[in-house]
């Protein structure tokens, strides 16, 4: 399947594929996957997000950690969206992250892209090159890995 467009993945298929849910779901689609080698992973920022409250209230900033954990679930669609039904039921989860810089802010209003690219596959084991982007602009970079388990 490596290189083969699988199309978008809406809010449906996302929740369908991954276990997390609401508020720490954080990406709203990903577009432009193609096989499990590279997708781009959408998060539309609004301000009435419950890490505001604290982070920071006079001046809301998107955490770092927040925008990994998009990286890594937008990498994870990719991951399983590729996987058989016919393999059962799968969990993913966190095996590394590595390189990881903030360059700018991500705030209310921006549209955050994370661009992942894979790096190696090791039988139930991905790694992704990631960047989150607003517009043209990158603000966040990491590489992250994955495992993927039998529920």
Request: net charge neutral; proline share 6%.
């Amino acid at each position: 399947m490596t290189g083969e467009s699988l199309g978008t993945a809406g809010i449906h298929d996302i929740l369908r594929l991954l276990p997390h849910r609401y508020p720490f779901l954080m990406i709203d689609r990903v577009i432009e996957m193609r096989g499990d080698e590279h997708a781009i992973g959408i998060k539309n920022i609004t301000a009435n997000e419950p890490q505001f409250l604290g982070h920071f209230p006079e001046n809301p900033v998107m955490p770092g950690v927040l925008m990994i954990e998009g990286m890594a679930q937008t990498a994870g669609v990719l991951c399983l969206r590729n996987m058989s039904p016919a393999d059962g039921r799968r969990a993913l989860f966190f095996l590394t992250i590595d390189k990881a810089k903030f360059r700018k802010p991500a705030v209310p209003g921006d549209t955050l892209e994370y661009h992942v690219d894979k790096i190696a596959q090791r039988r139930n084991m991905w790694w992704y090159r990631a960047e989150a982007k607003v517009g043209s602009v990158l603000i966040a970079e990491a590489e992250v890995g994955a495992i993927i388990t039998e529920t």
